[in-house]
């Protein structure tokens, strides 16, 4: 017996340890990794020594600019500490995903999982943060469109000091994340297509939502000119076509290359660094420093590892809307709660209109917030396969099969009618060919591929497939189809007078798109006058104070028409940096 036990307990330190030794630690060496992105996979490296991750970078990403640098961000802190127990990159959550995903991937190729990495210690302070002080002419506060383009303009308008500060860990704001379009009358394409248009019109377009006419005009006046600055100064290269947004008279949009707002973003990203403006981020505006006259003259703020208080000339606030804020959209209207979903990036919670109201800024609009009528109905996220509409080639329906709605109608006018139909849903109509014309399945291949896996987007054959596959009266919608297309082959949209050229729907393969209005654009937000200077409720000027953007209300009235939100922080943005450079010299 006691040799059976002595045998038991050696063979047991034998295959017990060698099984230990086996799986108590990662293979040295360099492991790829991929996961699943927003806009496709994200392939990382990593290299392991020890069971410790020694250098990670990213192969290769799919995932919009600025969003993608989440993965270079964890990276870099799981490298910190050989951990993959680190937060998500706020703002990023998709992509963020991925990286962890692909981290976890390049591990069950090292042999093993993160388990087995050596943790290393991080010593934590409980000490509080730091405060420090610093000098500025001029402090941006928000790093936007409309904060870059405000930076840019200060600087080349003489400014010496400028610097901007932005609470997320990247810059681009709703601006990154949009279709990018601007509404520029007379430019050259329309020129070439024979469309007459000019500011008068567009000033009459968006003047219908009962907007100030005196911003309007500003708008309206400079759209074209700033549209050149972009290309001639930034370097934005546009698209060779225009798109017609609904409510404009006229197609005047100009369309960015890839139709992403990446590529102004990316341009002014490269522009800023070019003119040596610091950005500061993950740096958060709290609070505006007043002197007895209610005149601004600095700015508190929140770093990661230090607080900062600046004393400065000016104060640019680019913050954008309120968007996300569900408790401020709730106090102005209480029909946009919880339940309607958003397009807004993260962050556009309406700090910057928060903060100035605190010191006496008046604001105006509140109570219009706009909803963009086709966004993902799981998500919010506007859906860019809906270009295929803004260039005339689809028509909407209901779950019943019918048209509900003139296509280019107002993003309001749109999203109402969508609410009123079964289910709240609408569903865009198209051939595949119209989805191709119109640059989605090269622009947007990736939005295509996710909304088909989860079944909010079908393709087929026929008309009947397509709506069986979406579960939308079949017969009603080949009637519809058949009727829409005589109305085409008429000349004229008897039913809802749809503006701009009409296009058949005759051949397949069909694409169904079903859909659901977000939240989009708040109108309202802080009064300002044509300079930019920030109003109190007297309407006199809050000395060092300045405003652009969807942060500012008054200039869309009660509905923004498509595109004029890039000509608005544009323009406005640029008399921002101009005016405060003049008046902090």
């Given at each position: ?7 038991l307990v050696s063979l047991f330190l034998v295959f017990g340890c060698s099984s230990k030794q086996a799986v108590s630690s990662l293979k040295d060496g360099t492991f790829t990794g991929v996961g699943k992105g927003r806009n496709g996979d994200v392939k990382i490296s990593i290299s392991i020594k020890d069971s410790t991750i020694v250098d990670a ?514 323009v406005f943005g640029r008399i921002a940096g101009q005016t405060a450079t003049s008046e902090t010299k």
């Amino acid at each position: 017996m006691k040799r059976i036990i002595t045998l038991l307990v050696s063979l047991f330190l034998v295959f017990g340890c060698s099984s230990k030794q086996a799986v108590s630690s990662l293979k040295d060496g360099t492991f790829t990794g991929v996961g699943k992105g927003r806009n496709g996979d994200v392939k990382i490296s990593i290299s392991i020594k020890d069971s410790t991750i020694v250098d990670a970078e990213v192969v290769e990403t799919k995932e919009t600019a600025g969003y993608g640098e989440a993965s270079t961000i964890i990276l870099n802190k799981v490298i910190e500490t050989n951990s993959l127990e680190v937060d998500a990159v706020s703002g990023a959550t998709f992509t963020s995903n991925a990286t962890f995903e692909a981290l976890k991937n390049a591990l069950s190729k090292a042999g093993g999982d993160e388990s087995l990495l050596a943790k290393k210690v991080v010593e934590e302070t409980s000490k509080e943060k730091e405060t420090i002080k610093e000098s500025h002419q001029i402090v941006v506060v928000g790093a936007g469109g409309a904060g870059m383009i405000a930076a840019i303009e200060a600087k080349l308008n003489g400014a010496e000091d400028v610097v901007i500060i932005e609470k997320m860990p990247f810059v681009g704001g709703n601006t990154l994340i949009s279709g990018a379009e601007m509404a520029a009358p007379g430019n050259d394409l329309q020129k070439q297509e024979g469309i007459e248009d000019s500011a008068d019109l567009l000033y009459e377009d968006v003047l219908k939502a009962g907007g100030n006419p005196d911003l309007i005009r500003v708008l309206a006046d400079n759209a074209l000119n700033d549209s050149k600055w972009l290309s001639e100064v930034v370097n934005v290269e546009w698209e060779n076509e225009l798109m017609f947004f609904g409510g404009h008279s006229v197609k005047r949009s100009l369309i960015p290359l890839g139709a992403r707002g990446t590529e102004p973003v990316g341009k002014l990203k490269k522009k800023i660094e070019e003119l040596n403006i610091p950005v500061m981020l993950n740096t958060k505006a709290t609070e505006l420093i007043v002197n007895e006259k209610n005149e601004v003259i600095g700015l508190k703020a929140e770093g990661e590892k230090a607080n900062y208080e600046f004393e400065t000339k000016g104060v640019i606030l680019t913050t954008g809307g309120f968007g996300n804020n569900v408790e401020m959209r709730k106090k102005y209207d209480p029909n946009v709660d919880e339940s309607v979903l958003s397009t807004n990036a993260k962050g556009i919670d309406g700090d910057g209109i928060i903060m100035a109201s605190n010191i006496g800024a008046d604001l105006v609009g509140m109570e219009y917030i706009q909803l963009y009528p086709v966004c993902n109905p799981e998500t919010g996220a506007l859906l860019y396969v809906d270009d295929t509409r803004l260039k005339g080639m689809t028509i909407m329906v209901n779950k019943e099969g019918k048209r509900f709605v003139e296509e280019l109608n107002t993003r309001y006018a749109i999203s109402m009618a969508v609410k009123a139909q079964t289910g709240s849903v609408g569903y865009e109509l198209m051939t595949k060919k119209a989805a191709e014309e119109a640059g989605v399945l090269l622009n947007h291949k990736s939005e295509v591929d996710d909304l088909m896996e989860k079944g909010y987007l079908v393709e087929a054959d026929t008309l009947a497939e397509v709506a069986e596959k979406m579960g939308v009266d079949a017969k009603t919608l080949e009637e519809t189809v058949k009727v829409w297309n005589g109305y085409v082959d008429g000349g004229k949209d008897l039913e809802f007078n749809k503006r701009g050229t009409l296009y058949k729907i005759e051949e397949g393969p069909y694409w169904l798109v079903k859909f659901a209005p977000a939240v989009h654009h708040t109108m309202g937000g802080i009064k300002i006058d044509t300079q930019t200077h920030v109003l109190d409720k007297d309407g006199n000027v809050i000395k060092g104070l300045y405003a652009a953007g969807e942060v500012t209300g008054g200039i869309h009235g009660n509905n923004r028409l498509g595109s004029v939100a890039i000509t608005d922080i544009t323009v406005f943005g640029r008399i921002a940096g101009q005016t405060a450079t003049s008046e902090t010299k």
